[in-house]
């Protein structure tokens, strides 16, 4: 039987000739390479709109074509078709900007953050019986996405959703704390750092100064820099798609009891956990 259907392959061969060779041979090729164009398409399209962000969300062309290499007319279509479906928009003054459409995928995304989030935050809040958060850096601001409440009468409440000046913050401090020196200023530079309280930190000098000993430390501290009164930790998660850190906050009595030798390990444990399962899920859609 093997020898009948290899006789009849070539025989079937011979008598079709190259009409239908070409098609089984050629076809598939020039479907996968359309594939693996339609593939580069996307990745350049996500590289320009991650540079748009990392540039405060409005660019010339000129700055595209010099931070991601790509040629000027590949990155003309390509932000033409961003135009189009509201993804970017173009300003008078010819610069493009970030679009409203992306405002729709970002808070969908940020919903389902804070629903990986949420119970890693139900055991450091449980653990500590203060208010435990999850937030995101996005430019110069610190996005809440998640939420675990203090029992407590008295307690810190951030609505999810919340935009906060990231210098002012400790999941900021975290998140910048992760970044280069160089980055940090990118971002620093494009806020105004406009004072919150008396402590709060107002100069690039003093943030990076500080973003030195959160580092060593492997924590970061808010204590008093965004509301007189109120005490904050929080560390970065690592592995996450993007810029991201847990927190707990509360009174600044109550927040005293808390010893960092006991808080900060827990803490750093949780956020390692997150971080490998966002990673996981984001390899293995």
Sequence with gaps: ??????????????????GRRGPDRNGPERSKSGQGAGVQSVERTFELLELMADAGGEVTLSDLAEASALPLPTIHRIMRT??????????PSRRYALGPSLIRLGETASRALGSWARPYLAELTEATGETSNMAVLEGTQIV??????????MRMFTEVGR????????VGKAVMATMSDEAVTQVLSRSSMEPQTERTITTV??????L???RQAGYALDDGEQEVGVRCYAVAVPDAPAGAAISISGPEGRMARITTDEVIPLMQ???????TELSTANEHP
Excluded at 2 to 17: E, L, P, Q, V
Excluded at 144 to 153: A, D
Excluded at 205 to 210: N, R, S
């Design 212 to 214: 030195t000993e959160i």
């Design 82 to 91: 961003l135009v189009s479906s509201g993804y970017a928009r173009q300003q």
């Design 269 to 275: 444990r949780l956020a390692r956990e997150l971080g």
């Design 163 to 170: 935009r906060v000046d990231a210098h002012a913050t400790a």
């Design 1 to 18: 039987m093997t020898a009948g259907r290899d006789g009849a392959g070539r025989n079937g061969s011979d008598r079709g000739g190259a």
């Design 205 to 210: 000098t003093g943030m990076q100064a500080e």
């Design 144 to 153: 809440y996405v998640s939420q675990v409440p203090s029992q407590h009468s």
